[in-house]
């Protein structure tokens, strides 16, 4: 019966019988959340970041600042600025020093091995002592990791702070060949009782070396004593020696320990042009006087003659 008077009753009074009306606490709520101060009207503005001043250009021309952005067409003023190494209209600094600097050619680039580096291989038993270390065992024992253009002996390391002391001094005589040697490294060794030998490497001999393909000691202007008990037939290549003045001024120096320093006479020096001054004696100086006092007088004599001819 209940169901057949709904069915009859209007829709608007359906519509009230099915829905309950809202809560006096809700309506209060809301309205509650809805209330604003009537001040808040004066004090309306954007949020700061939202606003820019910055002009934006090209885009159209009812913004005055279309097409060419107001700068006009061409010339100096329409472009900002010039371009990056323009010196103006003289030539740019990177066509005369180059964009990347200079690179020097001529320079070698040696891998660095310390003493202290050498001491700890031989106590791991990773280098032998008894025999001369050459870059050959070097590289193999991976004392050094690239041999490069050469090897160069230091003291100490850079990189690592440490130092012969840190470690203890060096007791084991060594006989060790390489391409540079400090002289601190040099003053270690020789004062254990061993012996350093410099001589000329180039990266490609290095790679031969490693390979067993070059005998890593001697060459053909290695001293004669060494190479007399040295059989150089297994080896497949033959050591370079070196060719420019400033690796042969270098290895003539016996401060450096170098292979050429036998090849330095008496009253001479590791230099190829300089001739180092030497003691000379009162009767050298009183010979010289003599012989320019004599060559003075021919010099006379000839321009007496030269001057009675006619022609």
């Known amino acids: 019966m209940a169901q057949l008077a709904c069915a009859q009753m209007p829709l608007r009074s359906l519509w009230r019988c099915r829905i309950s009306p809202p809560s006096t606490e809700a309506l209060r709520s809301y309205n509650q959340q809805q209330w604003r101060h009537e001040s808040i009207l004066g004090a309306l503005s954007d949020i700061p970041s939202s606003y820019n001043k910055r002009i934006r250009v090209g885009r159209g021309p009812s913004s005055g600042y279309g097409k060419t952005s107001g700068r006009g067409h061409k010339g100096q003023k329409q472009h900002g600025k010039v371009p990056a190494g323009f010196e103006g209209g003289q030539t740019p600094v990177e066509k005369i020093h180059g964009e990347r600097g200079f690179v020097n050619v001529h320079t070698k680039d040696f891998a660095i091995v310390p003493l202290t580096r050498i001491q700890s291989w031989i106590a791991q038993g990773r280098l032998a002592s008894d025999r001369p270390i050459t870059p050959r065992e070097l590289i193999i024992s991976r004392c050094v990791s690239d041999a490069k253009d050469g090897i160069k002996l230091l003291a100490r390391s850079k990189s690592h702070d440490c ?3 840190a470690q203890g001094p060096l007791t084991i005589p060594l006989n060790i060949v390489v391409s540079r040697a400090s002289s601190s490294a040099i003053e270690a ?7 350093v030998l410099t001589r000329y490497y180039t990266r490609w001999a290095m790679e031969q070396i490693v390979k067993n393909k070059m005998d890593p000691i001697q060459s053909l202007r290695s001293e004669p004593v060494d190479t007399e008990d040295m059989d150089t037939s ?3 290549y033959r050591l370079p020696d070196a060719t420019s003045r400033k690796a042969i ?3 003539r120096d016996a401060t450096h320990r170098g292979y050429l320093a036998y090849t330095v006479g008496e009253h001479e020096g590791p230099s190829l042009f300089h ?6 004696t009162r009767e050298e100086i009183e010979e ?3 012989l320019r006092g004599t060559s003075g007088q021919v010099q006379k004599t000839k321009l ?3 001057a ?3 022609w």
Do not use: H
């Not at 060794?189 to 012996?195: I, N, Q, R, W």
């Not at 001739?275 to 000379?280: E, L, T």
């Open 249 to 251: 001024e270098y290895y």
């Open 288 to 290: 010289k006087k003599r």
């Open 275 to 280: 001739k180092p001054p030497r003691n000379i």
């Open 234 to 236: 297994k080896y497949q």
């Open 189 to 195: 060794v020789e004062k254990a009782g061993g012996k």
């Open 308 to 310: 009675n001819k006619m």
């Open 163 to 165: 130092s012969l002391n």
């Open 304 to 306: 007496n003659m030269d």
